[in-house]
């Protein structure tokens, strides 16, 4: 029997405030553990939360960037359970009632856009992290904990089971950081687990419209873990069906090693948290006015950026599509194709040789000038260097920022060219390499692009090759 | 037990094992006998009409308060592991969770 897998996203974005959701401790990463720590973060007997404002703000404007329906009344609720990275034995979080219900994200597959529906998303706050002690989770002799982020303000982002394979469900979560990172509510890393996703999966015949049992996969760090790990799952889960047994609905773990999952233990039901209303914090009222204003201040998000820098610069769907990858890209792009009008060949520069010595250099683009890429574009185009020399001028100048005209200059790299200079390099040439001047006289056209490069190897590339061609032929 | 108490033998072990409880036969029954005492007035409560009445989820009718997003000093290291007594290095220590409570945030 076909089986398709449905598939529904659980998204965990730290939001990028200074300091927590429910107290005045900061939330830098990578502090020494349990160094921002105040005696609410540890659940000691007494605390109370106090709601800080820039959450809900960022929660707020995430969920307009997602198209969800802001509620102008939210409740926060205690969720319980045990466990070593919760002091409190309860986290505080949303349930019945959301920060933001509905809502979507659209993506792009080969076959067209698709868009993937949202359930909700809420404001909750982060659990400690816990350090396991030995060579795998499963194995650990016991675990250490640092509740350094108990407390770091997240937005819960959830699918709707609507998402069919691995690779959707990358695509999605690439186009989700890319969006989120737009809005500027957090640095949505996976590698510092600032953007962390489960993913539920279960399988049913094709075309059929029931929801088999699921699984709960945990553990994916990476885009390419979500991929691997849901494409392994969905085979595991046809394996077992397809051998006439029955999938066991239970949390599995992703081992990105062995690339496989491991069950973990038998999942529990929701209720099985016993989620309450939290007393010590009242309902979360937002004016309409409020979420009106916020929805002002969103900025262009990369969907309407890749249309437009489409439709405005011709450029082509994937040009667009790594210029629109963030803001910073997109604002170079458009300053400089402000005063350089070939944008489609400024597109390449960019998407090419600019974004590689960026990351040979270490540097982001918000370090580089505009105007510099620019001047050096000109210089080219008229005819002043030539394609090798920008390229090494364009490496000099992301290293240094120093203006490629000036690199010139101080370091002598003008194309050489005219009569006077070039024709005792010729000649010089000639008499170094008898044997190729002669073949080139009994006809062999070969032997002239040699006698070129050689020019052109003594230059260091400045030599303008169309004047050398010209001076050999003359010569022979 | 009488068959019309909401709360039976096996609703009572589930309590018991999601609170991280061991009970002994006669603590379980005592709590039992008090857990449907309460369900009994909760049951009187909810003879109510209150069809189209809006649940009332907070007690105090509050405006919102917030906190500015400012970073306060935290606690130092002696005061947060004060009454620790498993600690490693600057860690708590605790016993693996491997395979155990259902965890993450």
């Not at chain 1, 929701?270 to 201040?297: G, H, N, Q, V």
């Not at chain 1, 008499?431 to 002239?448: I, V, W």
């Not at chain 2, 009187?44 to 509050?62: A, F, Q």
Request: glycine share 8%; aromatic share 6%.
């Amino acid at each position: 029997m076909e089986y398709e897998a449905v598939i529904g996203l659980e998204i965990h974005v730290e939001l990028q405030t200074d300091s927590k959701i429910f107290c005045g401790c900061s939330t830098a990463f990578g502090a020494e553990p349990n160094t921002n720590c105040c005696p609410g973060c540890l659940g000691l007997p007494g605390t109370l939360p106090l709601l800080n404002r820039r959450a809900v703000e960022y929660g707020v404007l995430a969920a307009l960037a997602l198209n969800c329906q802001v509620q102008e009344k939210s409740i926060f609720a205690r969720k319980n359970y045990f466990y070593p990275d919760l002091p409190k034995a309860y986290q505080i979080s949303q349930d019945d009632y959301p920060l933001a219900r509905g809502g979507y994200l659209e993506i792009d597959l080969p076959e067209g856009s698709r868009r993937i529906n949202l359930q909700r998303a809420h404001l909750e706050e982060e659990a400690g992290k816990l350090v396991h002690a030995g060579d795998s989770i499963m194995s650990a002799a016991y675990s250490l904990v640092d509740y350094n982020r108990a407390g770091v303000p997240l937005l819960e982002i959830v699918t709707e089971p609507e998402i069919t394979s691995g690779r959707e469900a990358r695509l999605f979560l690439e186009e989700l950081r890319r969006l989120l990172r737009y809005t500027g509510v957090s640095d949505v890393k996976m590698e510092e687990g600032s953007l962390r996703c489960d993913a539920n999966l279960s399988l049913r015949p094709a075309g059929s419209s029931e929801l088999g049992t699921r699984t709960e996969v945990k553990n994916l760090n990476s885009f390419r873990a979500v991929e691997q790990a849901l494409n392994y799952e969905a085979e595991r889960q046809a394996r077992i069906l397809a051998g006439g047994g029955e999938v066991i609905q239970a949390t599995c773990h992703w081992d990105d090693s062995c690339k496989a999952t491991v069950v973990m233990r038998m999942k529990e039901g929701a209720a099985d948290y016993r989620y309450f209303p939290e007393p010590d914090l009242p309902p979360l009222l937002l004016e309409r006015s409020y979420i009106e204003a916020l929805k002002e201040k969103l900025p262009e998000l990369p969907r309407q950026k890749r249309q437009r820098l489409r439709e405005r610069y011709g450029l082509d769907d994937e040009e667009a599509a790594i210029i629109a990858d963030t803001r910073e890209m997109a604002d170079f792009f458009e300053c400089a194709a402000e005063s350089y009008q070939d944008h489609r060949n400024l597109a390449n520069w960019v998407q090419g040789d600019l974004i590689y010595q960026l990351r040979e250099a270490g540097k982001e683009i918000e370090q580089i000038s505009p105007a510099l890429l620019v001047e050096l574009l000109e210089m080219l185009d008229r005819g002043e260097i030539n394609r090798p020399v920008a390229k090494e001028l364009l490496e000099e100048m992301v290293k240094s920022g120093a203006s490629p005209r000036r690199l010139v200059k101080k370091r002598g790299l003008g194309k050489i060219s005219g009569t006077e200079e070039l024709a005792p390099l010729v000649e010089q040439v000639i008499t170094e390499n008898p044997e190729a001047a002669e073949n080139y006289r009994r006809g062999k056209k070969k032997a002239l692009a040699f006698l070129v490069g050689k020019v052109m190897a003594l230059t260091r590339g400045r030599a303008d090759p169309q004047e050398l061609n010209r001076l050999f032929k003359e010569k022979l | 037990m009488a068959a019309d108490e909401a709360i039976g033998e096996r609703e009572m072990d589930e309590l018991a094992e999601l609170a991280c409880l061991y009970l002994e036969p006669a603590e379980k029954k005592m709590l039992n006998r008090r857990l449907n005492a309460l369900m009994e007035l909760l049951g009187k409560i909810g003879e109510v009409e209150t069809g189209g009445v809006e649940p009332d989820i907070h007690p105090g009718i509050l405006p919102p308060r917030f906190r500015e997003d400012e970073v306060e000093p935290s606690l130092s290291p002696g005061r947060v592991f004060q009454n620790s007594a498993h600690r490693s290095d600057s860690f708590f220590r605790v016993p693996s969770i491997a395979g155990e409570g259902p965890g993450g945030a």
